[in-house]
């Protein structure tokens, strides 16, 4: 079964840190793009970072850009989100997204096949 799964959410507060693990089983991310998107009740999923698997090349919305890390482990299969000076606007819940594309280096959602189901992220205030 093709899979991704999320794991590493949490509540947190506002200047910690998490780390997100997304974990693929039936295929491996050597050869896709992967990426993390986030989604807030009544708001549009947007795009928080992306990495190509081709090259190693990162991308990150300027809301996280120097405070969150996307990071891949091909031996475990495992593409990690480092989350650090978390803030309460940070809050969502947070997905992992694959596509068979290694050069992709993208934001937006239609670019990606494969979806995880997601897993909380809440920072208080």
């Known amino acids: 079964e093709v899979r991704l799964v999320e794991s590493g959410g949490g509540l947190v507060q506002a200047g910690g840190s998490l780390r997100l693990s997304c974990t693929a089983s039936?295929?491996?991310?050597?050869?896709?793009?992967i990426a993390w998107f986030r989604q807030v009740p009544g708001k549009e999923r947007e795009g928080v970072s992306c990495i190509s698997s081709y090259d190693g090349i990162t991308s990150y919305a300027d809301s996280v850009k120097g405070r969150f890390t996307i990071s891949k482990d091909d031996a475990k299969n495992t593409v990690y989100l480092q989350m650090n000076r978390l803030k309460p606007e940070d809050t969502a819940i947070y997905y992992c997204?694959?596509?068979?594309?290694?050069?992709?280096?993208?934001?937006?959602?239609?670019?990606?096949?494969?979806w995880g189901q997601g897993t909380q992220v809440t920072v208080s205030s």
């Open positions: 039936g295929f491996t991310f050597d050869d896709y793009a």
């Open positions: 997204a694959a596509d068979p594309r290694p050069l992709l280096l993208s934001l937006k959602i239609p670019d990606y096949r494969r």
